[in-house]
T-cell receptor, first 117, second 115 residues
Framework: AQKITQTQPGMFVQEKEAVTLDCTYD???????LFWYKQPSSGEMIFLIY??????QNATEGRYSLNFQKARKSANLVISASQLGDSAMYFC??????????????FGTGTRLTIIP | ETGVTQTPRHLVMGMTNKKSLKCEQH?????MYWYKQSAKKPLELMFV???????ENNSVPSRFSPECPNSSHLFLHLHTLQPEDSALYLC??????????????FGQGTRLTVV
């Protein structure tokens, strides 16, 4: 079974509108972390936001927020007031466990976001 | 320089060639990774190094050979590759979990084409 599922291969959003990118995950490990990365056409993966499984509050970083619903195993990324520069691929990723040597990330297939002027 | 730097950015090689990809991080991290990104597939973890020791080999064919001489440098040696090995190869680094958040920082990748 896929550990990270992103059901939206592509999205088109009008500039200045908010956008929600979906991510669901599957794990039996009680300790895990969820990450969102942005990949522009240049190829570099840019870290956006992190949510730990024991965090009580949803993570926020500037215009990015993570809608963490633990019981539903979802970790949707919300981008407020979208900008043209937000056009990119967005990847959801999960790290299971916190033991030394177990920091590997599992990625979803990504969502291509295009912001329309 | 700061962050994670990968060279070369683009590489075209024949199936009989031998080449190496280089990754360097200036973040003081203890863990380094190689990922493969093929079209329409999730990023695939290839290798993990912690404190220069390989801790993960994700069933990668032996035509890919990693080398980690120190915590700041990571290489991927390539030989007798196949056309299906054409992909974007991404290097990343992170801090170990006991030191806090472990978000991985990525380089810009090497776009490899095998002809």
């Amino acid at each position: 079974a896929q550990k990270i599922t992103q059901t939206q291969p592509g999205m088109f959003v009008q500039e200045k509108e908010a956008v929600t990118l979906d991510c669901t995950y599957d794990t039996s490990d009680p300790s895990y972390g969820l990450f969102w990365y942005k990949q522009p056409s240049s190829g570099e993966m840019i870290f956006l936001i992190y949510q730990g499984s024991y965090d009580q509050q949803n993570a926020t970083e500037g215009r990015y927020s993570l809608n963490f619903q633990k019981a539903r195993k979802s970790a949707n990324l919300v981008i407020s007031a979208s900008q043209l520069g937000d056009s990119a691929m967005y990847f959801c990723a999960m790290r299971e466990g916190r033991s030394f040597g177990n920091e590997k990330l599992t990625f979803g297939t990504g969502t291509r976001l295009t912001i329309i002027p | 320089e700061t962050g994670v730097t990968q060279t070369p950015r683009h590489l075209v090689m024949g199936m009989t060639n031998k080449k190496s990809l280089k990754c360097e991080q200036h973040l003081g991290h203890n863990a380094m990774y190689w990922y493969k990104q093929s079209a329409k597939k999730p990023l695939e973890l290839m290798f993990v190094y912690n404190f220069k020791e390989q801790t993960e080999n994700n069933s990668v064919p032996s035509r890919f050979s990693p080398e980690c001489p120190n915590s700041s440098h990571l290489f991927l040696h390539l030989h007798t590759l196949q056309p299906e090995d054409s992909a974007l190869y991404l290097c990343a680094s992170s801090q170990t979990p006991e030191k806090g958040n472990t978000e991985a920082f990525f380089g810009q990748g090497t776009r490899l084409t095998v002809v």
